[in-house]
């Protein structure tokens, strides 16, 4: 829908590893941000960034997941982790690390980059207190350099609240609004005192509330057509884009939204329909 096959024709066939190489060129000429995941599994380099940053326009940012070493209390028990899994990660939120293997690259390409958001996972999963998560966080955004769009995203609905958000507005960190299995609906986080804070405003709608992963991806795939309408996912996305967020008490925040095939099962067409206006009020 968003690309032309002409372009990645190779002697008139067409040419996956062209695509792949060259679609983020033809993207950029329509969307003005992108959430890019690989940073979630390895530190960037600053040759990688500078490949994507090339392809795209001037004003074009990249709204970046922190690698998954500083944002993890201990290794999932899953194949990818090998011999560390179900071990303490010793890079939790270690503000350090997280300067000099994220930041650093990310620097190279500073006027590209967007959102740098902190994806943590269920804290039952982690093994750590609320309490104790943070204490640590709020130690860790403390040593982190100003000038820059951090967001966390919690997957642990129980945090959501004045201690929470409190704490991130002393640092200027958005919330990154997360539609999510088990998270409760972004209409829902939109209204709880302090939500909006920080120097930036980041959303995922990833999936509907009670929809699992695997089960989206079952019913979707190859995600070419809009299977279920979420109305009330359209009428937080369509409040996003209309809501003002002054900072300083003068100019506006920036704004990113980011919609997965997988809330309701073609990403084009629910952008498409939220600009329309269709099932948003």
Known sequence: MLYEEQRYLVRNRFSLKRFEEQCLSEYGETLSTVGVDSTYYAFPTTESL????????????????????ISLRRFPRIKRYDFTAG?????????????????????????????????????????????????????FFAKLPPGWLYCTEIRDSPLLGEAYF????????GHVFNSWTAMPPVLAQLDL?????????????????????????????????????????????????????????????????????RLEGNALNTILATIQGENTT
């Open 193 to 261: 005192p302090g939500s909006v804070a920080g120097n930036c405003v980041a959303a995922r709608f990833l999936l509907r509330p009670g929809k699992t992963y695997a089960k989206a991806v079952e019913r979707y795939e190859p995600f070419d057509r809009t299977h279920d309408i979420y109305p009330d996912g359209r009428k937080a996305i369509r409040h996003m884009i209309d809501m003002t967020v002054p900072a300083n008490g003068c100019k506006r925040v920036p704004k990113f939204l980011f919609i997965n095939n």
């Open 166 to 173: 409190s704490m991130l507005a002393r640092y200027g960190v």
């Open 50 to 69: 500078v490949k994507l940053s090339d392809q795209v326009p001037d004003g074009f940012k990249f709204g970046f997941k922190v690698t998954d070493t």
């Open 87 to 139: 071990l303490e990660n010793p890079g939790f939120l270690n503000a350090d690390l997280f300067v000099e293997r994220f930041l650093g690259p990310c620097e190279q390409i500073r006027d590209k980059v967007g959102p740098l958001m902190f994806e943590f996972s269920s804290f039952e999963e982690q093994g750590v207190e609320r309490e104790e998560f943070l204490e640590k966080l709020e130690a």
